[in-house]
């Protein structure tokens, strides 16, 4: 006889009980119901109602939208305090109407990811500064804007090198683009985001070598709002910097502080033939509590540089970029520099030679710490070893939905080589 008894009395309903799903649902409806209309919310509508639309219009981001909705509000708080003219920038986000209909128009699927942030945000207005940060050097500037889909899909590619990429960053001054990859061709891997670079050793024009800065759009959006919020890019005469600092890289010499940021500039870059462009911001403080009889100024500077290789070269010259700084208690001497390598990294260190105010004669070094210059991941296009034959057939032009563009706000932009006065 089978004992039934717990069919009459039943064990409580609990959370435990529950399939995953619905709860995952339920709890981020909750926690972010805030992108239900509010007049939607002023009815009369039971929360399971509000549920139920709000199901129904963005059950699909489930993946998503809870972690791309937190790096939404962490970065615009953020900014809002610092800049909020940047913030003002942002436009509005999109239905899945008007993301379906950008769909059929490049013919290609958007990553669920990069629908659900457009659903937040529809990226920026093309402004300076840009979102996504800003590069600057005494002849050199680049802010790069998140571009918003009707923009981005102008820049839709079909031509050979960057066949089936969609930009999804834009530096006015520069040409310069970050792009997606919305197929698996010519070496790329779905959702790849990357800077391109053109082959100049290849026989064919359009071959490009790719920087590869994310692997999905999540990873690569919220890595850069990490970066921001926690003050590891600094705010810049209220524009973002995409300087990486590591605590290692400070020293302490007796009362003065150096401490040292770096950057890749891929612009400025290439892989073939090797030309990696880094550019490094430093800071020297004298401590506030420091005897003003210290008071010193800086003379030369010496540089100890190693490549990845181990190949070692030594530089010594007067000042920094020509200044020669006066360090008393509490005052801050910052300075921006490039260097190049044939190495995709290497690393510097060295000192400065101070004279004290009071006696001339009385020189001493202080230190600067090792600090490292890393490129981001290189990706070879899959038709890095193809011949000298080119068919200019193969190229196709953008989609004919882009005439009311610029022509080249989009183009292969070749790699400037800029050169530096280099470790200065």
Not at 133 to 150: K, N, Q, T, V
Not at 173 to 192: F, N
Not at 295 to 301: F, V
Request: glycine share 6%.
């Amino acid at each position: 006889m089978v004992d039934d008894s717990r069919a009459l009395s039943p064990e409580p309903l609990s959370a435990a009980l529950l399939p995953a799903e619905p709860l995952l649902l339920i709890f981020t409806f909750l926690e972010h119901r805030d992108l239900v209309r509010e007049d939607k919310m002023q009815q009369n509508i039971c929360w399971m109602e509000l549920f139920r639309q709000f199901y129904c219009d963005m059950g699909r981001y489930i993946d998503h939208y809870s972690q791309l909705k937190k790096a939404w509000q962490d970065l615009k708080e953020y900014l809002g305090q610092r800049c909020p003219r940047m913030i003002a920038s942002l436009n509005v986000g999109l239905t899945e109407e008007e993301l379906d209909a950008v769909e059929r128009r490049i013919k290609f699927k958007l990553p669920n990811d990069y629908r659900c942030s457009l659903r937040i945000h529809n990226g920026q207005r093309l402004v300076v500064p840009g979102l996504m940060g800003s590069m600057a050097l005494s002849s050199h500037y680049r802010s790069e804007d998140l571009l918003d889909i009707e923009t981005a899909a102008g820049g839709f590619q079909l031509r050979k090198g960057l066949k089936h990429c969609l930009p999804l960053t834009f530096c006015i001054h520069t040409g310069l683009s970050q792009y997606m990859a919305l197929d698996e061709v010519e070496g790329r891997k779905l959702s790849d985001i990357f800077y391109h670079c053109a082959n100049q050793m290849a026989c064919d024009p359009s071959v490009v070598d790719m920087f590869l800065t994310g692997t999905s759009f999540t990873e690569w959006f919220t890595k850069f709002v990490h970066n921001v919020i926690s003050g590891r890019y600094p705010i810049i005469r209220d524009q973002i910097f995409r300087y990486i600092h590591d605590e290692r890289w400070v020293a302490r010499t007796g009362e003065i502080i150096i401490s040292v940021a770096t950057s890749f500039l891929p612009e400025l870059s290439s892989v073939h033939p090797p030309h990696y462009f880094f550019s490094y911001r430093i800071r020297i403080e004298m401590v506030e509590d420091a005897s003003p009889d210290n008071a010193c100024q800086l003379d030369s500077r010496y540089w100890k540089i190693t490549n990845a290789n181990g190949d070692v070269e030594e530089v010594q010259g007067p000042g920094v970029v020509g200044e020669f700084p006066v360090l008393r208690p509490g005052t801050v001497h910052e300075y921006t520099s490039c260097t190049t390598f044939t190495t995709a990294s290497g690393y510097m260190e060295g000192y400065y030679t101070f004279h004290h105010l009071s006696q001339h004669r009385n020189t001493f070094n202080v230190t600067i710490p090792r600090f490292c210059m890393v490129c981001p991941p290189q990706r070879m296009p899959s038709t890095h070893q193809i011949g000298c034959s080119h068919d200019p057939s193969n190229d196709s032009t953008a989609p004919s939905n882009s005439s009311n563009l610029n022509p080249n706000l989009f183009g292969n932009f070749s790699p400037a080589m800029g050169r530096c006065p280099r470790h200065t």
